[in-house]
């Protein structure tokens, strides 16, 4: 199954001074199109074409480190569109969300603070998780295009903390950045419907 670039699901500009224009530019542009356009070239004669993409993530991870690298990336950025929405589309927290994350990680305002410093203490490049794990959610870091789907787990939510994905509007801040990103960017409904799926 060939990767394919997929169109923002907003325009450039509509995440604010939260995201910029320029980083959307230069983030689903250069960056995510390389992960597709390397990941394409690797596919081949890799014995996984056929693969769904989850299937491939899986079977290169300590396998096949370019492949692996650049399909992860894919598919972690495939979602990491959708785990945004414009400023402008306010909403809370869908109820049985909501109530997860009360049971499992102690309410939002602790799971706000572990998400934010997994993203902080991740050395390098690399994403911080919200997964399901054996129907628990848990927060986690990976490093580079790693995902929880190498390590028995489900991406929920997953913010980026490559220098690609803040740079250019925090400058080396990343703190500010995940605070920025978890207060006014996620969208919280896409969360939940992966977690519904999951479940």
């Keep these: 199954m060939a990767f394919e670039l997929p ?35 690797l596919l081949k004669d890799s014995g996984l074409e056929g693969k769904s993409l989850e299937d491939v993530i899986k079977e290169s991870f300590g396998k096949n480190a370019g492949l692996f690298n650049n399909a992860a990336q894919h598919y972690n950025h495939v979602h990491f569109w959708k785990w945004m929405k414009p400023v402008a589309k306010e909403g809370g927290i869908p109820g049985a969300l909501a109530a997860k994350i009360e049971e499992d990680l102690g309410g939002m305002d602790k799971f706000r603070a572990d998400f934010i410093n997994a993203g902080v203490t991740q050395f390098g490049s690399g994403w911080a998780w919200l997964a399901l794990v054996d129907g628990k959610l848990a927060v986690t870091k990976t490093p580079n295009g790693e995902n929880p789907l190498v390590h028995g787990g489900t991406p929920l939510l997953g913010c980026d903390v490559w220098e690609h994905s803040y740079y250019i509007d925090y400058r080396n801040a990343r703190p500010k950045y995940l605070e920025a990103w978890f207060d006014n960017l996620v969208n919280w409904e896409y969360v939940a419907e992966l977690l519904e799926a999951a479940s």
């Design 7 to 41: 169109e923002l699901p907003y325009a450039y500009d509509a995440l604010g001074d939260f995201m910029s224009a320029e980083t959307l530019e230069f983030h689903h542009d250069k960056h995510h199109m390389a992960y597709v356009t390397n990941g394409n070239n």
